[in-house]
């Protein structure tokens, strides 16, 4: 994004997402639990989790934000544990799915 901005319209659009996304890095991470939902909510934690790492990366001299991350990147963390634990394993998913489609003898 920073080559095809210029580089006033980048440092606005970074200060937007600090203030608008990042200054509550609690409730942004809760949005993404209860408001989106994906057949593969481990990988969108992910792509979530990816975001804040890059955040990270850019916001590197801001102490207080390192810390709100910091945070945030663990409950990402434990929330695609959580979403991983609850599945059923691949090969029980396929079976139960054979089953529902074989007729009834």
């Known amino acids: 994004m920073r080559s095809l901005l210029p580089s006033d319209e980048f440092e606005r659009l ?10 509550d890095l609690g409730a ?13 909510q481990a990988g969108m934690y992910r792509d979530f989790r990816d975001s804040l ?9 801001d102490d207080a934000l390192q810390a709100a991350l910091s945070t ?7 929330m ?3 979403d991983e634990d609850q599945r059923p394993p691949r090969g029980e998913a396929k079976l139960s799915n054979l089953r529902r ?3 009834e003898r």
């Open 28 to 40: 942004s991470v809760g949005r993404t639990r209860r408001s989106y939902s994906s057949s593969d």
């Open 14 to 23: 970074c200060a937007d997402v600090k203030w608008e996304w990042l200054a």
């Open 80 to 82: 695609i544990y959580e």
């Open 101 to 103: 489609r074989s007729p």
């Open 53 to 61: 790492e890059a955040a990270a990366k850019y916001f590197w001299d």
């Open 72 to 78: 945030a990147l663990r409950r990402m963390d434990e």
